[in-house]
T-cell receptor
Framework: SQTIHQWPATLVQPVGSPLSLECTVEGTSNPNLYWYRQAAGRGLQLLFY??????ISSEVPQNLSASRPQDRQFILSSKKLLLSDSGFYLCAWSPGPYGYTFGSGTRLTVV | AQSVTQLGSHVSVSEGALVLLRCNYS??????LFWYVQYPNQGLQLLLKYTSAATLVKGINGFEAEFKKSETSFHLTKPSAHMSDAAEYFCAVSETDSWGKLQFGAGTQVVVTP
């Protein structure tokens, strides 16, 4: 069966520090991968998606970047965090247009 | 282009009462439709999905939803609310000819009162 792992669960980082959130999927190959953010009261915002290794599409211009160095690994990064980067970050995967499976999320607080 | 509208950002129901969460969509092609539930500080969990088979879809935890093409709706119901149903619920749409990107509604927070 397929599983998705996301870590860390919580993170407190100072403004201006770098960020690296990792997501890995097991039990499938060539998944579509996604990064979402939930800010308070703003629903789910799609940040990045990837249909293959090295293929990244950005939905919203921002202080973040994403990479897919391996088929089942998706990384969200920032060189310098802003206060506005605080939120709940969710990784998800899908085999196609049949719905997502989400990771458990990372609560990021930038102080 | 596709979009999803969830009517009501907050819904309060009594324990044992009907739960009804409304979702309307717009899509240029036949859609796939989904309902997800999110408990505090957790990821989203799939409740049910419509993928062009039966229009009445049954999901987990006693929830079901009916796809009505004429009304472009996919409302979620549960006959009798339980305290454990308190959570946030998201409706989502995926176009069948896409590679899978979902468009989510803004979410509905459900509060269950004793």
């Amino acid at each position: 069966s397929q599983t998705i792992h996301q870590w860390p669960a919580t993170l407190v980082q100072p403004v201006g520090s770098p960020l690296s959130l990792e997501c890995t999927v097991e039990g499938t190959s060539n998944p579509n991968l996604y990064w979402y953010r939930q800010a308070a009261g703003r629903g789910l915002q799609l940040l990045f998606y990837s249909v293959g290794i090295g293929q990244i599409s950005s939905e919203v211009p921002q202080n973040l970047s994403a990479s897919r160095p391996q088929d089942r690994q998706f990384i969200l990064s920032s060189k310098k965090l802003l206060l506005s980067d605080s939120g709940f970050y969710l990784c998800a995967w899908s085999p196609g247009p049949y719905g997502y499976t989400f990771g458990s999320g990372t609560r990021l607080t930038v102080v | 282009a596709q979009s999803v509208t969830q009517l009501g950002s907050h819904v309060s129901v009594s324990e044992g009462a009907l739960v009804l969460l409304r979702c309307n969509y717009s899509s240029s092609v036949p859609p796939y439709l989904f309902w997800y539930v999110q408990y505090p500080n957790q990821g989203l969990q799939l409740l049910l999905k419509y993928t062009s088979a039966a229009t009445l879809v049954k999901g987990i935890n006693g929830f079901e939803a009916e796809f009505k093409k004429s009304e472009t709706s996919f409302h979620l119901t549960k006959p009798s609310a339980h305290m454990s149903d308190a959570a946030e619920y998201f409706c989502a749409v995926s176009e069948t000819d896409s590679w899978g990107k979902l468009q989510f509604g803004a979410g509905t927070q459900v509060v269950v009162t004793p």
